[in-house]
C-alpha cells in the first residue's frame, strides 16, 4: 500500500490507522473463503484462515525437509537412543533454545525446557503428569521432603547402604522417587547440625573464636603435648559448647514462637531470655572396640551432654515461662555435646578433654547470645546447672574423696558416724565455691597440720573441683543405690542376721541364692551382676516383700519388713517426679513425718545393720530431699536418666551407621545422635506415627503408589540386611 490511502491516495502512515469496531470484525471473520491451494476445496472463515493456510505451509515444509531413509539401519526413535546421541541429534534444538534461554528469560534454560514440556503434555490433555511437573517446578514434588527421610533414616537406625536400597527399591516398584537420594539428605542435615546459623556475642567470650562455622571438632584440639606430659590414649570428639546451644535453640524455634503467642506475648519482643540447661556426664561402661587403625584406646566411653529444661522471658515485673521440657529424663532431649573412648575413673584424661568445654561454659555465663529468631534478632542468657551425675563421677569432678570415704555426702560435710546417729536433721552446706577453697588448703596446708587434721578440716576434698555442680540427688542412681541396700535387707532377713551376726561368707552367700531362685520364681526377676534401673523398679514393691516374707519365718519381722517397703515406696514418688507439688503433693507434704518413721524403723527393727553406719544414699533420701525439693522445685526432673538412657543409642548408632575406624566412629555417631534429638525431625515422626496408629494407609493414588507401606518395607530391609 505504501504511505497513500488506497482509496483517495491521500499520505498516510501505518501510525495513522485505527483498529475497526469490534462489531465490524466479527462479521468479518464471519465471512467464508475457500482455500487457493490445490486439491484443497475447504471453505473457511476468514478469522481461521491465517491459520489454516499455515498448516499447509507446515505440511509442505515437513515434506521438503524430512528425512528420507537410503538403506541400512531403520532411524531410531529419540527416547530409545543413548544419552549421547540423543544430545547429538538435538544439538541445533539446544543452541536455539539456548540462544532464547539468554535473550527472553535471564539463560534460564531449565525453566524454558520444562515449560515447553508442560505446553506439550497440556495439549495432549496428559494434565495428571502435567500437574506432578508443575508440582516439582514449585519445589513441592510428588516424593517425601528431605527432611522428612532423614528423619525415617536416622529414627528407624537404617545405614546409608539400607536406605540407598530401600530408596532404589521403592523407585523401581512404583516408578516414582518418593524417597530422596543420599545426598539430599545430607544437603538437609547440614542445616541440623551445629555450625550452621550465624551468631554473636556480647561481650565476645573470652579466649574462644568468633568463628560460627565450626562443625564437629577433635576433643584433644588445642593439647600441648610433650614428653614430660601426662600420656592421652584416647579418641574424643565434641561440639563447641556455644555453637551447640545456638543449633539446639534454632531447632526449638517454632516451640518458641508459639510459646511467646500462648502466652500473649508479642512477636517482636527481643528478650532477654534466659535459658535454663541441665548438664549431664556419665561413663558409659564397657564398649568393645573396633578394628582399624588408630592408637590403643580404652575399650570405656565418657558421655557429656545437656538437655535444653526451660526457657522464660522478662516481661514487666515479671519472668513468664514460654517453653518447657514435657519429658526432661528422655533420650530424645538429651543432646550429645562431647563423645570420647576413655574410662570416668581416668582423672588426667577427663580433665584434659573437658576443661576446654567447661571453659566455653564459663564464658558464657557472662556474656549474651545475640541470635536472629523469626526474622527479629534476639538476646538469650544462659543458666547452667549440672545435675545428671552419678556419685561417682560428682565425686571426681568436684575433687572429693571416693564414695567409701568417712565422708558420706556430697551435700554437707557429715561422716559415716554422724549420718547414723543423726539419720534426718541436715542441711545441704557444700558448694563448688567451697570445695575450690578447700582444696587449695588441703594443697598448701596453711596451718602445717598433720594428715589428719588436714584431711578433718576439708572435709574429704582430696583433688582440685573442675566442673561446677548443684549440691543435689541423682533421682535414677538413687533409685538403684536404695534397690541394691534392700536386696540386702532381703538376704538377711532370710538368714535371720539379727539374731546372730558372726555368719560366713559362704552362708551369706546361700541366703542370696535362695533370694535370687525365689525371685526368679514368684516375681520373675532375673538374677543381675550388677543392678540396672530397670531391676530396681522391680524390686521395689509390695509383691516382692510378700514375696520374700515367705522365705521368712518370724511374723514380727515379716511386719517390720513391710512396713519399711511400705514407707518407702511412699516416699519415692517425692524424688522420682517431675513436678511434686503437682503430681504427689499429698505425699510431698507428709514426706517428713514418713522419713522420721523409717529412720526410726533402721535404728531399732533394723539396727543390726544400722548401727555406727548408713549408705550414702539412705542417708540423701532422709535428710536432704525436702530442702532440694524446695530450692529447685523437683529432683526427678534433673536426673541423668536421659544421658544413661543415651547408651544404648550409642551402641546402636555406634553399630549401625559409623565407619569402621576407630578415628571416624566417635565423629558419626556424635552426628547421628545429635540428629536424632532433633526436635525438627521428630515432628515427622510423630506425626508417621499418629497416622500409623490410626490405622492410616496409602491408597494407589498416593506417595508410595501400589507398593507396600513404608514401615513393611522398613523391616524387610532392615532384617535382609
Same mark, same amino acid.
Given at each position: ?8 491516495w ?50 509442505k ?94 529414627n ?18 512404583t ?9 539430599a ?20 567470650l573470652?579466649?574462644?573464636s ?10 584433644l584440639?588445642g ?11 584416647t ?15 534454632k ?5 518458641i ?14 528478650g ?7 548438664e ?19 575399650e ?5 551432654s ?9 516481661h #514487666?515485673?515479671?519472668? !513468664?515461662?514460654?517453653? +518447657?521440657? @514435657?519429658?526432661?529424663?528422655?533420650? /530424645?532431649? *538429651? ?49 547452667f ?22 565422708y ?10 554422724e ?5 534426718v ?8 565455691a567451697?570445695?575450690?577453697?578447700r ?20 572435709? #574429704?576434698?582430696?583433688a !582440685?573441683?573442675?566442673? +561446677?555442680? @548443684?549440691?543435689?540427688?541423682?533421682? /535414677?542412681? *538413687? ?12 538376704q538377711?532377713?532370710?538368714g ?10 559362704e ?6 541364692l ?30 516382692t516383700?510378700e ?7 518370724c ?44 529412720a ?17 544414699y ?12 524446695e ?73 508410595l503408589?501400589?507398593s ?8 524387610n ?5
Open positions: 500500500m505504501g504511505s497513500y490511502c488506497p482509496s483517495c491521500y499520505p498516510c502512515f501505518p501510525t495513522d490507522l485505527v483498529t475497526p469496531v469490534k462489531s465490524f470484525l466479527n462479521i468479518l471473520d464471519n465471512l467464508s473463503i475457500r482455500c487457493p491451494v490445490k486439491e484443497c476445496d475447504e471453505e473457511i472463515s476468514h478469522g481461521k484462515y491465517g491459520q489454516h493456510l499455515s498448516g499447509h505451509k507446515e505440511m515444509e515437513g515434506e521438503l525437509y524430512s528425512y528420507i531413509n537410503k538403506g541400512g539401519r531403520p532411524r531410531q526413535h529419540l527416547l530409545s537412543l543413548t544419552r549421547r546421541a540423543q544430545k547429538h541429534r538435538l544439538r541445533e534444538l539446544k543452541r536455539q533454545v539456548k540462544a532464547f534461554a539468554e535473550k527472553e528469560e535471564g539463560g534460564d534454560i531449565k525453566a524454558v525446557c520444562m515449560t515447553l514440556f508442560l505446553l506439550a503434555l497440556r495439549a495432549k490433555n496428559e494434565h495428571k503428569q502435567a500437574d506432578e511437573l508443575e508440582a516439582i517446578m514449585q519445589g513441592r514434588g510428588s516424593g517425601l521432603h528431605p527432611a522428612v527421610c532423614l528423619a525415617i533414616r536416622i528407624t537406625f537404617l545405614s546409608c547402604s539400607q536406605y540407598h536400597k530401600m530408596y532404589r527399591t521403592v523407585k523401581a516398584v516408578g516414582r522417587q518418593i524417597f530422596q537420594p543420599l545426598h539428605l545430607r544437603t538437609a542435615e547440614k542445616a541440623l547440625l551445629p555450625g550452621y546459623h550465624p551468631f554473636e556475642w556480647k561481650p565476645p573470652k579466649n574462644v568468633t568463628n560460627t562455622e565450626v562443625g564437629i571438632i577433635d576433643g584440639s593439647l600441648p603435648l610433650s614428653i614430660d606430659d601426662y600420656p592421652v590414649d579418641i574424643a570428639k565434641r561440639f563447641r559448647y556455644d555453637v551447640a546451644l545456638v543449633c539446639a535453640l531447632d526449638m524455634e517454632e516451640e514462637l508459639e510459646g511467646m503467642k500462648a502466652k500473649n506475648l508479642d512477636d517482636y519482643l527481643n532477654p531470655f534466659t535459658v535454663v540447661v541441665k549431664s556426664c556419665d561413663g558409659m561402661g564397657d564398649v568393645s572396640e573396633k578394628h582399624g587403625s588408630g592408637p590403643a584406646v580404652p570405656k566411653a565418657v558421655r557429656f545437656f538437655t535444653v529444661m526451660n526457657i522464660s522471658i522478662a #514487666g515485673n515479671e519472668s !513468664k515461662r514460654i517453653f +518447657e521440657e @514435657v519429658k526432661p529424663n528422655s533420650e /530424645l532431649c *538429651c543432646k550429645p555435646l562431647c563423645l570420647m573412648l576413655a574410662d570416668e575413673s581416668d582423672h588426667e584424661t577427663l580433665t584434659a578433654i573437658l576443661s576446654p568445654l567447661i571453659a566455653e561454659r564459663e564464658a558464657m555465663k557472662n556474656s549474651e547470645l545475640l541470635l536472629e529468631m523469626g526474622g527479629i534478632l534476639r538476646t538469650f542468657r544462659f543458666v546447672r549440672g545435675t545428671g551425675y552419678d556419685e561417682k563421677l560428682l565425686r571426681e569432678v568436684e575433687g572429693l574423696e571416693a564414695s567409701g570415704s568417712t558420706i555426702c556430697t551435700l554437707c560435710d557429715a561422716t559415716r558416724l549420718a547414723s546417729q543423726n539419720l536433721f541436715h542441711s545441704i552446706t557444700r558448694s563448688h567451697e570445695n575450690l577453697e582444696y587449695e588448703i588441703w594443697r598448701s596446708n596453711p596451718y602445717h597440720e598433720s594428715v589428719d587434721e588436714l584431711r578433718d578440716r576439708v572435709k #574429704g576434698v582430696s !582440685k573441683p573442675f566442673i +561446677e555442680t @548443684v549440691p543435689s540427688i541423682d533421682a /535414677l542412681h *538413687c533409685d538403684i543405690g536404695n534397690a541394691t541396700e534392700f536386696y540386702r535387707i532381703f538377711m532377713e532370710i535371720e542376721l539379727y539374731k546372730n551376726p558372726d555368719v560366713s561368707k552362708e551369706r552367700k546361700r541366703w542370696q535362695t533370694l535370687d531362685k525365689h525371685l526368679r520364681k514368684k516375681m520373675n526377676l532375673k538374677p543381675m551382676l550388677k543392678m540396672s534401673g530397670n531391676f530396681a523398679r522391680k524390686l521395689m514393691s509390695k509383691e516383700v514375696a520374700v516374707c515367705e522365705l521368712i519365718k511374723e514380727e519381722r515379716h511386719e517390720a519388713l513391710k512396713e519399711l517397703m511400705d514407707l518407702y515406696l511412699k516416699m519415692k514418688p517425692v524424688w522420682r517426679s517431675s513436678c511434686p507439688a503437682k503430681e504427689c503433693p499429698e505425699l510431698l507434704c507428709q514426706y517428713s513425718f514418713n522419713s522420721q518413721r523409717f526410726e524403723l533402721l535404728s531399732t527393727k533394723f539396727k543390726y545393720r544400722y548401727e555406727g553406719k548408713i549408705t550414702n539412705f542417708h540423701k533420701t532422709l535428710a536432704h530431699v525436702p530442702e532440694i525439693i530450692r529447685d522445685g523437683s529432683i526427678g526432673a534433673w536426673a541423668s536418666e536421659g544421658n544413661e538412657s543415651g547408651n544404648k543409642l550409642f551402641r546402636r548408632f555406634r553399630k549401625m551407621n559409623a565407619r569402621q575406624s576407630k578415628v571416624y566412629e566417635m565423629e558419626d555417631v556424635l552426628k547421628h545422635h545429635w540428629l536424632y534429638t532433633s526436635k525438627y525431625l521428630q515432628k515427622f515422626m510423630n506425626a508417621h506415627k499418629t497416622l500409623k496408629s490410626q490405622n492410616f494407609t496409602i491408597d494407589s493414588e498416593g506417595s503408589g501400589d507396600l507401606p513404608l514401615e513393611v518395607l522398613e523391616n530391609d532392615s532384617a535382609e540386611l
